[in-house]
């Protein structure tokens, strides 16, 4: 195949991963894991891995605190998911490819309770990863050509798990709600005697007088 052919068929199939820029097949440096929880719903994160699509697992790609709202005057709502999510707390996963699965391991600090959910990413969602997209930046008031490479997990009480994709100025797509099951063997895999990482003032004032509203997610 001549070099215009291969630019033309490129630009044409340009959702493609062996289009794609970098080693990795991204037309970026990386993709970014972040994980959030409704309001009040506040989780811990033991670990969140990912494997790509070369069967390659990046372990603890993200853990720790989830990105959440707990406004002290108890007057937010926890109740279903934003259309609009964000991008959550997390970190990018450099070095690796499109994500085929990810593992999240939480405790959900509300019930509390400790679960675990596997994601599968469709390769359907996988090519629109590296797709390029025209996008208007009303913060600037440019167009762009974006790329949903941030993948954005909400974990919600119950072992709900909610999926999207998005990326600057690029909507998002939902891509799976998962349910979660229960860790057996409890928090920090059966090392703190049942203990779970504590549950913030304000969200314990709301879930007291409000509860945890399941059902919603």
Known sequence: MSKFKLLWVCAVF??????AKGSNG???DGWRLGLFAPNYMEVWIETADAVDVRDRV???AMSGVAAIQTPKNLKGNPRGWPSYPGWGA??????AAVPRLIYVRWQSLVEPQTYEAYIVIPEAIQQAMVKPEKAFCAA???WITGYRKGVTVGLAPGGIAK???SGPCVSPIEVTRVQGEIVKE???????????FPLGETSKAYIEKYGVPYGSW
């Open 163 to 165: 999926v999207w994709i």
């Open 26 to 28: 991204l037309p970026y």
């Open 90 to 95: 997390g970190k990018y996963v450099y070095g």
């Open 186 to 196: 409890g928090p920090y895999g059966g090392k703190s005697e049942g203990h779970h």
């Open 140 to 142: 600037d008031a440019k």
């Open 58 to 60: 990046f372990k603890r």
């Open 14 to 19: 340009g959702l493609m991963v062996g289009c």
